[in-house]
């Protein structure tokens, strides 16, 4: 997993109306999750290749506003070259979002008012212009594979991967299950779900992590 922090902005005056006031300080950043990687992403389970974005920004000051603060809009701009189109991607009444994907393009947030309603100018834009890809190298060496065996209720990692040990996770993060030295961790006793199998080697270094259905 890797986390890039966006640093470029792009600073807008606040010319609305007084009423109104614009959220200020908008930041971004993600995580890259690369091809048989995963974690979690607002406490969901997301498989590699995969981005998690966090957005976060400062409450406007509304002592000097006569209009009650109700929620906030964050939007997004398309940056393609046949593709400027505006989108709101969330309302919220936090401070902050978080949301399993990626972003390439421009982003800002409003504040959205009530007695009397109306929406403030945008914060500070936020500007993103480009994404890590996850390609697979054909030049490297073979990942291990692991797999549910829903017959006998086990997971399994294929014969020749030296096996340290085996953690499983549930969607919370919580760890459930452990096992060293084998190749094959039971788990009928678990409740059926989502979970996370982490696979490490006897350094121990993690080899591989995988999204598991039970």
Same mark, same amino acid.
């Given at each position: 997993?890797?986390?890039?922090t966006?640093?470029l +902005?792009?600073? $807008?005056?606040l010319? #609305? ?6 959220? %200020? ?9 690369p091809i048989?990687?995963?974690?979690y992403c607002n406490?969901q389970?997301i498989?590699g290749?995969?981005y998690?974005?966090y957005?976060?920004?400062n409450?406007?000051d ?12 964050l ?8 593709d ?8 919220v009444?936090? +401070?902050f979002? $978080?949301?399993?994907? #990626?972003f390439?393009g421009?982003m800002?947030v %409003? ?5 009397p309603s109306?929406?403030s100018?945008s914060?500070?834009?936020v500007?993103?212009n480009s994404?890590p890809i996850g390609i697979?190298d054909?030049?490297a060496?073979?990942?291990p594979?692991?797999?549910y065996?829903?017959?006998t209720?086990?997971i399994k990692i294929?014969?020749?991967?030296s096996?340290g040990k085996?953690?499983?996770?549930n ?13 094959i961790l039971p788990?009928k006793?678990l409740?059926s779900?989502?979970?996370i199998?982490?696979v490490?080697d006897k350094?121990?270094?993690i080899i591989?992590r ?5």
């Open positions: 997993m890797r986390r890039i966006l640093m +902005t792009i600073l $807008i005056p010319t #609305g109306l007084a009423q109104f006031w614009a959220p %200020t300080g908008l930041e971004f950043y993600y995580y890259y999750f048989d990687d995963g974690g406490g389970v498989t290749p995969a998690c974005s957005f976060n920004w409450a406007p509304t002592l000097p506003a006569k209009a009650h603060l109700m929620n906030y809009k939007y997004f701009q398309h940056i393609a070259p046949n400027s189109s505006v989108e709101c991607i969330a309302t009444s936090d +401070t979002y $978080i949301v399993p994907s #990626g390439i421009k800002w %409003t504040a959205v008012y009530d007695n109306g929406e100018d914060s500070n834009v500007i993103n994404l697979a054909p030049t060496k073979e990942i594979k692991i797999w065996d829903y017959s209720e086990q294929k014969e020749g991967v096996v085996i953690n499983l996770y969607e919370q993060g919580q760890l459930v299950k452990s096992a060293s030295n084998t190749n788990i006793e409740c779900g989502v979970y199998a982490e490490k350094n121990p270094n591989f995988k999204k598991i259905v039970k």
